[in-house]
């Protein structure tokens, strides 16, 4: 069974910095593309960067590039995403997701969240 | 702003056969997968569909997907209480280089 756990969310101040991690199980992590997505309180999805299986290709939504990276640990089975110069637009909880399939990389199984508070 | 336009609400009676659009451009839906994804409330999305009309295990095949052109459609059959819920779809768009979502549909089984 799939498994996703976020951690590492919490309350941050306006131009602080904050690490997510993202623990995966039940599958063979290095063989998936993995993908952050956010939502904003009463709003709607926002994806916001993926990762290849081996970590040598990423993409990033414009609104978080150059403020965000993305990363992974293949022998931990875990993702990552180092955020920093955070404003409050990046309230939001973020959500790890594993693609569908090896071939197919678009987001396919969600872990349950982790919220992250952006003020002063 | 969403590149994938949905309608923000749709509605049907139990029983009934709904479907929900979502409209993109040939740098996103006209050129890739569509995906579709279920959302109750204070829970993380499901997915639904991907591939455009593939169903992953457990979905009931109440939920079907479709693509033509630059749209795509999710459709719902047989309508339940339990449908009555939030609906978004995605795309990768390789003008932006990302995924895009519409700004999702609330379903109402009235």
């Known amino acids: 069974e799939v498994q996703l756990v976020e951690s590492g969310g919490g309350l941050v101040q306006p131009g602080g910095s904050l690490r997510l991690s993202c623990a995966a199980s039940g599958f063979t992590f290095s063989s998936y593309w993995m993908h952050w997505v956010r939502q904003g309180p009463s709003k709607g999805l926002m994806w916001v960067s993926r990762?290849?299986?081996?970590?040598?290709?990423?993409h990033y939504a414009d609104s978080v590039k150059g403020r965000f990276t993305i990363s992974r640990d293949n022998a931990r089975n875990t993702l990552y995403l180092q955020m920093s110069s955070l404003t409050v637009e990046d309230t939001a909880v973020y959500y790890c997701v594993r693609a569908v399939a090896t071939a197919t990389r678009g987001p396919g199984y969600w872990g349950q969240g982790t919220l992250v508070t952006v003020s002063s | 702003q969403s590149v994938l336009t949905q309608p923000p609400s749709a509605s049907g009676t139990p029983g009934q056969r709904v479907t929900i659009s979502c409209s993109g451009s040939?740098?996103?839906?006209?050129?890739?997968?569509v995906y579709w994804y279920q959302q109750l409330p204070g829970t993380a999305p499901k997915l639904l569909i991907y591939s455009s009309n593939q169903r992953p295990s457990g979905v009931p095949d109440r939920f079907s997907g479709s693509k033509s052109g630059t749209s795509a459609s999710l459709a719902i059959s047989g309508l339940r209480s339990e449908d009555d819920t939030d609906y978004y779809c995605a795309a990768w768009d390789d003008s932006l280089s990302g995924v895009i979502f519409g700004g999702g549909t609330k379903l109402t089984v009235l």
């Open positions: 990762i290849n299986g081996d970590g040598s290709t990423t």
């Open positions: 040939t740098s996103n839906i006209g050129s890739n997968n």
